[in-house]
């Protein structure tokens, strides 16, 4: 038989451990909810998409008034967002870089991030850009440039082998 001492010491040794499994508990729900206006925002933030600047043109020329049409799917995350901005009087467009949160994303796997920027120019749609991040860097994209983009509408649609891309815009040199 047991002794009422070691009962008494194993019932107090439960209550401590339940109770600071309870603390810890609430404070990672109040962690959790403390970031975004009470949304669950508890995980890493990730980059999923760098920043582009974009320069449209027709036979070297800047196209105004045009809309460029950038879409992401982070699959890991199931995350899908669509941005529509237009060209300026200099042909030019600004993405700007976006992230996301993730409560697993900490485990190992590898991103995969499709991208794609297209325009629709007199009924014609255009396909810019399409890429596949595969990682969570600043400028991942390929790796090492930053994302100036020059497309040419009288260009065909082609491999860029160098950046690992497809259409008609390329990355310009840095």
């Known amino acids: 038989m047991y002794s009422n ?5 194993s019932s107090a040794m439960l209550r401590s451990k339940n109770r600071k499994n309870r603390v810890l508990v609430a404070s990672i729900a109040a962690l959790a909810l403390s970031e975004s206006g009470g949304v669950l925002a ?3 933030k990730y980059d999923l998409v760098s920043d582009i600047n974009l320069t449209l043109l027709l036979n ?3 196209v105004q ?7 992401y799917h982070w699959t890991w995350g199931e995350y899908s967002k669509t941005r529509v901005k237009s060209t300026d009087g200099d042909g030019k467009v600004f993405f ?3 992230s996301g949160r993730a409560m697993m994303a900490w485990l190992p796997h590898e991103p995969v991030i499709p991208q794609t920027l297209t325009a629709v120019v007199g009924g014609t749609v255009y396909k810019l850009w399409y890429t596949s991040k595969h990682n969570y860097d600043d400028l991942g994209e ?6 100036n983009l020059r497309c040419e509408l009288l260009d065909e649609p082609r491999a860029h082998f ?8 390329v990355v310009e040199e840095s």
Do not use: N
């Open 162 to 169: 160098d950046t690992q891309t497809f259409g008609i815009c």
């Open 60 to 62: 070297g020329e800047p």
């Open 96 to 98: 700007p870089k976006e």
């Open 5 to 9: 001492k070691f009962i008494d010491h």
């Open 42 to 44: 508890l995980g890493l």
């Open 65 to 71: 008034g045009v809309e460029v049409t950038r879409k």
């Open 142 to 147: 390929v790796p090492g440039r930053k994302l």
